[in-house]
């Protein structure tokens, strides 16, 4: 008789829900918007309120993302929770991968105590 084993990995905690996101790049530039991650606790769809799309995956304790401008790239990689409302990894900026400009970002969850102080968009 065969066997099935199944293997699985649970979520620590759910990307999932509004985020505000700063992000500081190596050329001095600073952003902040608010983004929306939708789908499973393991990959779907963000956006944010600039109007960028693009695909998250959870994967390996870690959140890597991206948003896509007519004119503009970011992603965001090695998305780290420091608690369940609280991520932050380094980001790149481009329009030519060559030569992208990098730095870091941090999320923080939109809760109810929080969504009164979720800022607007400056990016894209």
């Known amino acids: 008789k065969d066997n099935v084993l199944y293997a699985g990995a649970d979520v ?6 509004n985020w505000n996101l700063s992000e500081t790049y190596n050329d001095g530039s600073s952003f902040r918007v ?9 990959g ?29 790239t970011y992603e965001y990689a090695g998305g780290d929770f420091d608690d369940e409302n609280t991520l932050s990894g380094t980001c790149k900026r481009y329009q030519d ?10 999320a923080t969850r939109i809760t109810g105590s929080t969504a009164a102080t979720s800022f607007g ?3 894209g």
């Open 12 to 17: 620590r905690y759910s990307v999932l829900g």
């Open 44 to 72: 779907g769809t963000v956006t944010d309120s600039d109007g960028g799309a693009g695909t998250f995956e959870f994967a390996d304790d870690t959140v890597d993302f991206n948003l896509v401008f007519p004119d503009v």
């Open 34 to 42: 608010v983004l929306t991650f939708a789908g499973t606790q393991t």
């Open 121 to 123: 968009g400056t990016q």
């Open 97 to 106: 991968k060559d030569t992208a400009v990098s730095g870091t970002w941090t």
